[in-house]
């Protein structure tokens, strides 16, 4: 088995540092200038173009898998979701970064008895959502598939120079912010284990078959200076704000009575705690905000709420409604874990 996923990425990482991938032709023009922000971040930032060339921007880059049995399954899924959530991933990157996407490109490998009409609704659903993005589905490739559905969709795109929004911008002191509501897309995947062969109403779930990328929340945020650092919540909150303190060298402390939980199902309901802390695939906005800034109850239409504070000692803690503190431990979803 290969090591757990925040272990293999930090490998591979370290293996990836300039120097250490042996000797490069010399006949190559370097390109290491290039790579602003690598392995670490919602997206690679890339200086491609010098000078006035570039007009002021920089290129955002990410590249998501979308795995049957792991992320979606067909007697679940519809093909229109499994579309929409294979896209979305990779906007909600890019809305991280505060960025505007541009461009998509899709690698597809399919199974022999796979229904074509499955895979037009799929590809169908992906551009509907491009379009309204003004993403344009650009290239990509396709395969066929000895075992399940895979995709591997690539977002490309653009932020003003020096102005992409970093998991390393937190402080000591800085306020933790939240888009949204957490919780609603893993209370749906808890209820059709408790009920496999029950089949969900979309509408009652919308998080989790349709989620809503908050691309023009992130760059509302980057424009007004407002976030320090920011990530969205893909993995689940305890995850991604473990990756962000990591990445600023910085530690936490949240309030439970803060954490906007998400209300789901017919009649609605709202989730448990711990569904709100550790369920992943919300794709709302996670941010850190400097003392003393404005932040308004909405923005874009989104409630925005004050979970916590950055702190110096490198720990998370979670402080539950007695006020008693206790660390919080990152239990969202991790590939490889045991």
Wanted: proline letters at 7%; charged letters at 25%.
């Amino acid at each position: 088995m290969p090591l757990p996923e925040k272990a293999l990425i930090a490998q591979i990482r370290r293996m990836a540092r300039p120097g250490k991938q042996g000797q490069t032709d010399r006949s190559v023009r370097p390109t290491r200038n290039a790579i602003f922000t690598g392995i670490g971040d919602d997206c690679a930032v890339l200086r491609l173009l010098p000078g006035k060339e570039s007009r002021g921007r920089e290129v955002l880059v990410t590249t998501d898998f979308t795995l049957e049995g792991i992320h979606f399954r067909r007697d679940w899924h519809p093909p229109e979701s499994v579309g929409h959530r294979c896209l979305a991933r990779g906007l909600s990157d890019i809305a991280a970064m505060g960025g505007e996407p541009v461009a998509a490109f899709l690698s597809i490998a399919l199974p022999r008895d796979l229904p074509q009409a499955w895979v037009g609704r799929f590809v169908r659903s992906l551009i509907s959502l491009g379009e309204r993005f003004g993403v344009t589905l650009a290239g990509g490739d396709t395969a066929e598939s000895p075992n399940g559905i895979l995709a591997d969709i690539i977002v490309i795109g653009t932020a003003p120079k020096g102005k992409a929004v970093l998991r390393s911008g937190a402080k000591p002191g800085d306020r933790i912010f939240v888009s949204g509501e957490l919780g609603g897309s893993a209370a749906a995947v808890l209820q059709m284990r408790a009920e496999p062969k029950k089949k969900l109403n979309p509408r009652d779930y919308p998080r989790h078959f349709y989620p809503e990328p908050r691309v023009e929340l992130g760059r509302i945020l980057r424009e007004k200076g407002l976030a320090s650092a920011m990530i969205d919540t893909s993995d689940g909150l305890s995850t991604d704000l473990a990756h962000l303190c990591e990445e600023s060298g910085v530690g936490a402390e949240l309030e439970s009575a803060l954490i906007p939980r998400a209300r789901v199902g017919k009649p609605a309901r709202e989730v448990d705690l711990d569904v709100a802390l550790h369920g992943g695939e919300d794709y709302e906005l996670l941010f850190t905000v400097r003392p003393g800034a404005r932040v308004p109850k909405q923005i874009a239409g989104l409630a925005l709420t004050h979970i916590g504070v950055i702190t110096r000692p490198r720990i998370i803690l979670l402080r539950n409604l007695k006020g008693v503190a206790y660390q919080l431990e990152p239990r969202g979803w991790e590939h490889f874990r045991k």
